[in-house]
């Protein structure tokens, strides 16, 4: 049987789009750009089949060497429980906004030792990590906010979309690999905000707003749903499945478990694979950018120790990424963090529907971009990928609280023989 069948009859689906709504986010889908290559890539955020976990590390704290992040990554197995995710909205029949806040020591701040100690002390965290036996799906679930801005001319807002995601890739050919996404809800993203919200009526759908469902590029939108922003949760809805024995892309190559497995340890021969999918596409940023972004995203697939590490020593060796030493995500989980900052031109694009033509326009002409990647103190492994504009041009302002503006939060990857894919328990 269809497996992705399977899913519709267990979930059932969200209405179809409007014919205006299904052709512009089409055509961006078939774009091919970096974000929907990144959600192809099965970004694993992970949990166990009946609702999401995140790594919660040991608490870090403020170091100033680099022996120092040594003994803060190095704190043996983390303790798993279930997520403190922020907190939606209290349930109520009349359409509700409360504001986003990060949590205590979320603002980027000082260092702590250098960027490539950090990595190098992950990367030998990574190699030491037992490598689980293979099952029938690899599942990659995770926390997916973006801010977008809304509302009507002269009175327009910053919202903050937050969306579950499971990927689910299959090691039999037979059976599908689902995409999944669901919308959970939505925050404004100062109290400046939420007054325009109130001032444009307290909407509960924006039509010309697609729903966006992944960490987005540094200046390009997200992934999007053929759906428009919503304040009300939504189901947990494949929006895409893919059939073969190839679930897995690292650059431009799609990859069996086999060959995932039998990829170089290498960091060089690592990077010439990952950039094949950076020159073979639109060349967004720079190629330190681009392994930035998607170096994560490999971390988090069953790759073995040996690669894991390999990987982390690959970031380790590009120039200009820097230290941020201890930080909190924004699920609260604490870790050792490393940035990458770059200038850009034609900044914020958001998937509009209501403009047919492609690309689509940029808030901003320039900005420039901090790619924040944190790392787990007590297993190595990615805790969360963060983007936040830390310059843009002379009078343009983002309310969003230290110009954070797309964030992802992993969860723990992890094998199942489950058949269809839960949705988080509430």
């Known amino acids: 049987m269809d497996e992705l069948q399977l899913v519709r009859d267990f979930f059932s689906e969200a209405p179809p789009p409007d014919p205006h709504t299904a052709a512009a986010v089409r055509a961006h889908m078939f774009t091919g750009g970096p974000a929907t290559r990144r959600r192809l890539a099965r970004r694993p955020m992970a949990a166990p089949p009946h609702g999401l976990v995140l790594r919660l590390g040991i608490p870090a704290v403020a170091v100033a060497a680099a022996a120092a992040v040594a003994v803060v990554l190095v704190q043996g197995p983390a303790a798993r429980k279930p997520a403190a995710r922020a907190p939606a909205p209290p349930l109520s029949r009349e359409v509700a906004m409360s504001v986003f806040q990060l949590p205590d ?58 969306v579950n995601r499971q990927d689910w890739a299959a090691t039999n050919p037979s059976d599908g690999s689902p995409d999944m996404s669901q919308a959970r809800y939505v925050q404004a993203a100062s109290p400046a905000d939420e007054a325009a919200w109130r001032r444009d009526g307290s909407p509960g759908v924006w039509k010309d707003v697609g729903q966006e469902t992944n960490l987005a590029d540094p200046v390009e939108p997200a992934d999007g749903w053929l759906l428009p922003l919503s304040t009300a949760p939504g189901k ?49 940023g720079s190629a ?107 009078g343009q302002h983002w309310s969003a609280p230290d110009g954070l503006f797309s964030y992802e939060v992993f969860g723990s990857p992890y094998w199942t023989n489950h058949d269809r894919p839960s949705p988080p328990r509430n």
């Open 288 to 394: 330190t950018s681009y392994l930035f972004q998607t170096v994560p995203a490999v971390l988090e697939m069953p790759v073995t120790p040996a690669v894991r590490s390999a990987l982390y020593k690959l970031l380790a060796s590009l120039a200009g990424v820097q230290s941020i030493g201890a930080i909190t995500d924004v699920a609260g989980e604490q870790g050792i963090a490393v940035a990458y900052t770059a200038r850009y031109s034609g900044c914020a694009r958001q998937i509009d529907l209501a403009y047919p033509g492609l690309p689509y326009p940029p808030l901003f002409s320039s900005c420039t971009i901090q790619q924040v990647l944190i790392i787990g103190p007590g297993d190595g492994m990615p805790l969360a990928e963060e983007l936040r504009y830390t310059q843009l041009p002379a």
């Open 236 to 284: 947990l809805t494949a929006g895409t499945a893919g059939y073969g024995a190839q679930p897995f892309i690292v650059g431009d190559q799609f990859l069996s478990l086999r060959q995932l497995q039998a990829l170089p340890a290498n960091p060089a021969k690592l990077k010439t694979l990952l950039l094949a999918g950076w020159s073979d596409y639109s060349r967004v």
């Open 105 to 162: 020591g979320a603002a980027v701040g000082g260092s702590a030792g250098t960027a490539r100690d950090i990595l190098l002390t992950a990367a030998r965290m990574a190699a030491r990590a037992a490598q689980p036996a293979p099952e029938r799906y690899y599942v990659t679930p995770g926390i997916v906010g973006n801010f977008v801005r809304v509302g009507p001319p002269g009175n327009r807002y910053l919202v903050l979309e937050v």
